[in-house]
T-cell receptor
Framework: NAGVTQTPKFQVLKTGQSMTLQCAQD?????MSWYRQDPGMGLRLIHY???????DQGEVPNGYNVSRSTTEDFPLRLLSAAPSQTSVYFC?????????????????FGQGTRLTVV | LAKTTQPISMDSYEGQEVNITCSHN???????ITWYQQFPSQGPRFIIQ???TKVTNEVASLFIPADRKSSTLSLPRVSLSDTAVYYC????????????FGQGTTLQVKP
């Protein structure tokens, strides 16, 4: 059980290039999401998905596209990379369950992709 | 989603109990309170979640007063390895794909 796997771990892009950050989870979680984290800052939500075929925008969606064709995979595509997109990107999957009558929601995060745009 | 306010940073010493308070004045009836921990160069990790009163697990306790406008994460007898950023999140359980993080509290544990 690998959890949430992100590839690549590191990437350098030139301005204007496009690329896809991969995210896969093997926990059969319904919900998945992408975040970016700039130095010294908290995580900001880019896009999220509540199931295969369903995606929605988060706080900072501009410049990014997502798709969710399967439960397992949720790739993030940078359309035309800009230096402002230099950041660490985290993918997460989450589920809800019941614990003694109380709903518990837990998100699992990948190890991150460190992206530099020059 | 309810906005949260936490202290930017806190210092503590090994063996002490640490309490981090989060304000969420606009919490809605269906909202839960969740805390995550993040070490440098890693993704956040779930610590604890609660709706009201007190919740305890093997890692921490979460205290929520009756009006639910604030919550306190309590870490008993911290060690150097508890140095991390702690995030308080408030949102509905069904909104599991849409977690909104604030700036978090950077806890520095000193020997």
């Amino acid at each position: 059980n690998a959890g949430v796997t992100q590839t690549p771990k590191f990437q350098v892009l030139k301005t204007g290039q496009s690329m896809t950050l991969q995210c896969a989870q093997d926990m059969n979680h319904e919900y998945m999401s992408w975040y970016r984290q700039d130095p010294g800052m908290g995580l900001r939500l880019i896009h999220y998905s509540v199931g295969a075929g369903i995606t929605d925008q988060g706080e900072v969606p501009n410049g990014y596209n997502v798709s969710r064709s399967t439960t397992e995979d949720f790739p993030l595509r940078l359309l035309s990379a800009a230096p402002s997109q230099t950041s660490v990107y985290f993918c997460a999957s989450s589920f809800s369950t019941q614990d003694s009558g109380t709903a518990i929601t837990e998100a699992f995060f990948g190890q991150g992709t460190r992206l530099t745009v020059v | 989603l309810a906005k949260t306010t936490q202290p930017i940073s806190m210092d503590s010493y090994e063996g002490q109990e640490v309490n981090i308070t989060c304000s969420h004045n606009n919490i809605a009836t269906n909202d839960y309170i969740t805390w995550y921990q993040q070490f440098p160069s890693q993704g956040p990790r779930f610590i604890i979640q609660g709706y009201k009163t007190k919740v305890t697990n093997e890692v921490a306790s979460l205290f929520i007063p009756a009006d639910r406008k604030s919550s306190t994460l309590s870490l008993p007898r911290v060690s150097l390895s508890d140095t991390a950023v702690y995030y308080c999140l408030v949102g509905r359980s069904g909104n599991t794909g849409k977690l909104i993080f604030g700036q978090g509290t950077t806890l520095q544990v000193k020997p």
